[in-house]
């Protein structure tokens, strides 16, 4: 009898953090594609009204914007890493760091970018945190900021604003960086 209630209880127990993540997975799938489409239609609509020059304000100002609205509404921190930034602000940490170089490791044994993605549990000292990254890939638009090519006034704007960018010389298909969330979970 005990021996089954055991079991009952492992099993429930296992089920709450099975939920957790899943819960946690999907939560983050939407948090990042409701960034991705926001993102993308603020750029194209800048892109179209002022040109690339004024559509880096758009990436300058809206980004962190919508990163910060999206945190509030999903409840989770969501932002953008890479391992060649343009903002340190963007900069990853250790954890992302490790990510996205399995995910260099990942796409270079024939996995799509477009699927790339990595989700842990973490456990630290009295706390726990749910993590998620999704790698971003470099579609045609983003060479004309992140590509080998940048025309005079958009580099020019580019140096003002980021003089320590490390984020040119992309190519079509490489992977950009990628959205991160990270959420603290029930210990
Ligand atoms: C009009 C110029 C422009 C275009 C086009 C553009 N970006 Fe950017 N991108 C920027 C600027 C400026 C930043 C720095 C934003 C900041 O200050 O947080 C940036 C930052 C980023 C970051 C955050 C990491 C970092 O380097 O700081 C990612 C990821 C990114 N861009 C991906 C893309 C992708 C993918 C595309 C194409 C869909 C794209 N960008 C198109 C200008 C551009």
């Known amino acids: 009898m005990k021996k089954i209630l055991l079991i009952a209880v492992i099993l429930s127990s296992s089920s709450v953090i099975a939920d957790e993540h899943q819960e946690f997975t999907l939560q983050s799938q939407a948090a990042i594609k409701e960034f991705a489409s926001t993102l993308k239609g603020s750029l194209v609509a800048a892109m179209k009204s002022s040109g690339p020059v004024g559509a880096i304000n758009v990436c300058n100002n809206v980004a962190p914007t919508i990163a910060s609205e999206l945190s509030k509404k999903?409840?989770?921190?969501?932002?953008?890493?890479?391992?060649?930034?343009?903002?340190?602000?963007?900069?990853?940490?250790?954890?992302?760091?490790?990510?996205?170089?399995?995910?260099?490791?990942?796409?270079?044994?024939?996995?799509?970018?477009?699927?790339?993605?990595?989700?842990?549990?973490?456990t630290g000292d009295g706390s726990q945190e749910m993590r998620m990254m999704k790698a971003i890939p470099t579609g045609e638009v983003c060479l004309i900021c992140h590509g080998s090519n940048i025309a005079?006034?958009?580099?020019?704007?580019?140096?003002?604003?980021?003089?320590?960018?490390?984020?040119?010389?992309?190519?079509?298909?490489?992977?950009r960086g990628a959205f991160t969330v990270r959420k603290k979970s029930n210990p």
């Open 152 to 175: 005079e006034p958009v580099q020019a704007s580019l140096d003002k604003l980021y003089p320590d960018d490390q984020a040119t010389g992309f190519s079509l298909g490489d992977i």
């Open 74 to 122: 999903y409840d989770m921190k969501i932002a953008r890493t890479s391992l060649k930034v343009r903002n340190p602000d963007n900069a990853p940490d250790n954890w992302e760091k490790h990510v996205l170089n399995t995910f260099e490791e990942r796409k270079s044994e024939g996995e799509s970018v477009k699927t790339l993605t990595f989700s842990e549990k973490i």
